[in-house]
């Protein structure tokens, strides 16, 4: 069987790629998807801003729940079993360590902003850095 693992996010980008593989994987039956998705650690400073620590990080993982649970409808709504996964950390680490055991690894492409462009490496890092077949999905 290949293990198939999905990195997401909240953009655009990463929604056409979930519709890309159910699409294209989906319906076969030597394929296992995971979806992962990466949270960044809270990073507070000051006496009031520990206060706040368990708000935000209740909000923060909520949020990143909800990620995993709408990305996971775009599959089992098809008749696709996922399975989750939700780590901390910077993303590109956390997901490449983590894809060691899989087959392949499928990202969205890039958000395509100009401040993206010029801030944003995770495309680059993820290829060149890969420890197994990356799908980057345009």
Not at 33 to 55: D, F, N, W
Not at 67 to 89: C, R, W, Y
Not at 94 to 123: C, H, M, P, R
Request: one cysteine or more; hydrophobic letters at 40%.
């Amino acid at each position: 069987m290949k293990k198939i693992l999905f990195a997401v996010d909240g953009t655009q980008s990463c929604q056409k790629a979930a519709q890309f593989v159910v699409d294209f994987f989906g319906d076969r039956e030597d394929c296992a998807i995971s979806i992962i998705h990466v949270k960044t650690p809270i990073m507070l400073y000051g006496e009031a801003a520990l206060a706040a620590y368990e708000e935000i990080e209740k909000k923060e993982n909520a949020e990143s729940d909800k990620l995993l649970e709408d990305f996971s409808a775009i599959f089992t709504n098809k008749g696709v079993n996922v399975s989750q996964k939700l780590l901390e950390g910077e993303a590109v680490t956390e997901v490449l360590n983590y894809a060691k055991d899989f087959d392949l690894l499928v990202i969205g492409q890039s958000e395509e902003s100009f401040w993206n462009k010029i801030f944003s490496t995770n495309q680059n890092d993820f290829s060149e850095k890969s420890p197994i077949p990356i799908l980057i999905v345009k």
